[in-house]
């Protein structure tokens, strides 16, 4: 069964440093990507998207993440850390047939000044 | 233009009532989902409608959750006799279409249930 797993429940860095949240699926063909972020008083915003091609692919407010297929991860990066990026961040994976979309649990980010 | 709206924003209820959860759709998208998140979880999938058919149900918790659409548009999720584990923030979000695509799903604000 397909399945996201997001092994940081939470993680805090401080402003203007760097991120990594990591994500890993299971899917057995071509998984279709995405991450979202949630915040509060915003809903959930779709970050970036993979489908195929670039395995590094950029989305907004200065996110992008990397599709490993051998490692079956598609981790989220930013190079350097807003106070505004505190949220908790969603990996997805859509399944065949494309509409049964698969959450992680999440990772809530917590940004110290 | 208008997003993704729910209603109500927060409901409380009494163990056992029914409830009833709207969902109106970004004009034009044919593809509705719904979600629950409970406290601390991710996104549970419930329900995806393609038009007003739902072609895929499995995530339904049991049969006292129902959802129904109505010309391609509204939605509504229906929890008949609920139960304190069915308190949880319900997501409704649409999308252009699904299948080939892969579009983005637009998400509303949620409603917030709590079964006391």
């Known amino acids: 069964a397909q399945s996201v797993t997001q092994p940081d429940i939470h993680i805090t860095v401080s402003e203007g440093a760097s991120l990594e949240l990591r994500c890993n699926y299971s899917y057995g063909a071509t998984p279709y990507l995405f991450w979202y972020v949630q915040s509060p008083g915003q809903g959930l915003q779709l970050l970036l998207k993979?489908?195929?091609?670039?395995?590094l692919v950029q989305g907004i407010k200065g996110f992008e993440a990397e599709f490993k297929r051998s490692q079956s991860s598609f981790n989220l990066r930013k190079p350097s850390v807003h106070w505004s990026d505190a949220a908790v961040y969603l990996c997805a994976v859509v399944t065949t047939g494309g509409f049964k979309t698969i959450f992680g649990a999440g990772t809530r980010l917590f940004v110290k000044a | 233009g208008a997003g993704v709206s729910q209603s109500p924003s927060n409901k409380v209820t009494e163990k056992g009532k029914d409830v009833e959860l709207r969902c109106d759709p970004i004009?034009?998208?044919?593809?509705l989902y719904w979600y629950r998140q409970s406290l601390g979880q991710g996104l549970e999938f419930l329900i995806y409608f393609q038009g007003n058919s739902a072609p895929d149900k499995s995530g339904l918790p049991s049969d006292r959750f129902s959802a129904e659409r109505t010309g391609g548009s509204v939605s509504t999720l229906t929890i008949q006799r609920t139960q304190q584990e069915d308190s949880a923030v319900y997501l409704c979000a649409s999308s252009p279409s699904s299948g080939v695509g892969y579009n983005e799903q637009f998400f509303g604000p949620g409603t917030r249930l709590t079964v006391l």
């Open positions: 993979y489908f195929s091609g670039d395995t």
């Open positions: 004009s034009g998208h044919t593809a």
